[in-house]
């Protein structure tokens, strides 16, 4: 299950996100699962980017990953920078919803333990995100 909150004055479509996530879920087995997204501002977000990675900036999307003694079912919490995204789709000429499913689908890959710290990881994940978000659109049409 994907639980959506929206800190940010800022209207995202809530259903959009939770049908892309339990779709990511649901194709890696883990439908008994609990993932949290909330939308924060980009002061927000730069402080939990100092406070987690001692980044005193913002950042797209942040991913935290249940302790393994808290509720068997909750997988984690992904915080996502609605600014950072939308200043993301108009720098790289894309739609703002494509970026930011590009960036959940991202933050969800984190969740199952990828990392991004190189830039063959980073490629790694980039090429996971697009193939997962291709068949998710095709299935869609």
Do not use: P
């Not at 995202?12 to 439908?31: N, P, S």
């Not at 993932?35 to 924060?40: K, L, R």
């Not at 079912?73 to 894309?94: R, V």
């Amino acid at each position: 299950m994907i639980e959506v909150n929206n800190t940010t004055k800022d209207v995202i479509c809530r259903a959009k996100l939770k049908r892309l996530g339990q779709a990511f879920l649901d194709k890696h087995k883990l439908t008994n699962k609990t993932v949290s997204v909330a939308f924060v501002s980009s002061r927000k977000m730069a402080t939990i980017n100092n406070t987690y990675r001692q980044k005193n900036k913002t950042t797209d999307v942040l991913s935290f990953l249940a302790d393994q003694t808290d509720i068997d079912d909750y997988l984690g919490e992904i915080i996502i920078d609605y600014n950072q995204i939308k200043k993301q789709a108009k720098e790289s000429k894309k739609k703002i919803l494509d970026e930011l499913n590009f960036i959940l689908v991202h933050g969800l890959l984190h969740l199952l333990g990828y990392a991004d710290e190189t830039e063959l990881k980073r490629q790694e994940m980039i090429k996971l995100a697009d193939k997962f978000l291709n068949h998710y659109y095709q299935k869609m049409v």
